[in-house]
């Protein structure tokens, strides 16, 4: 990891050494500017409305485990007033309830992992393209997320800019 670290900031001081004489020549000041991409990432409708979706998808599949779980109590509450003979097949009973349950709660978890794996991986999609359009179109040489900054003027910063962008864009 420090290795990466390293190589990463090897290359981060190559290009401030390298762009200002490029830009130099060409005459040209250099044109930087930063985003926090948390904020972005936060900040951006499309975040918000994807957690409800998974918010709402996940209590509705909620109440498909309560109802498990409540065969399950229900079963535990027959064992009291059984047999041992009958114990012992009831619990075995409760016990591939119980996995059941354990199975399905995994299941519905790794489900809605998946779901919002992908859905992050397009939102960050979405923030890459928008924040590669707006550098392009108005002519900045870099734009750096914050994170990797030491010291940062207010005035450089662009993450308001590009959530107006892109919930403009999702609003569409």
Not at 83 to 101: R, T
Not at 112 to 121: A, F, P, Y
């Amino acid at each position: 990891m420090n290795k990466l670290l390293i190589v990463f900031l090897g290359l981060m001081v190559s290009i401030a050494l390298v762009m200002p004489v490029r830009a130099q020549a060409k005459g040209d000041a250099l044109s930087i500017g930063y985003i926090d991409l948390a904020k972005i990432f936060d900040q951006y409708e499309k975040t918000k409305d994807s957690d409800k979706n998974l918010e709402t998808e996940w209590q509705g599949r909620q109440s498909e485990i309560k109802v498990l779980r409540e065969d399950i109590t229900r079963l535990k509450d027959e064992l009291e007033v059984l047999s041992e003979s009958a114990k012992l097949k009831k619990q075995e009973v409760v016990d591939s309830k119980i996995k059941e349950l354990q199975g399905f709660t995994k299941e519905i978890q790794d489900e809605l992992t998946s779901e919002r794996n992908e859905i992050v991986r397009q939102i960050l999609k979405d923030i890459d393209t928008i924040i590669n359009k707006y550098g392009e179109s108005n002519g900045y040489d870099l734009i750096l997320n914050e994170r990797v900054l030491l010291y940062r003027a207010e005035g450089l910063d662009l993450t308001d800019k590009i959530v107006k962008i892109l919930n403009d864009k999702y609003k569409k």
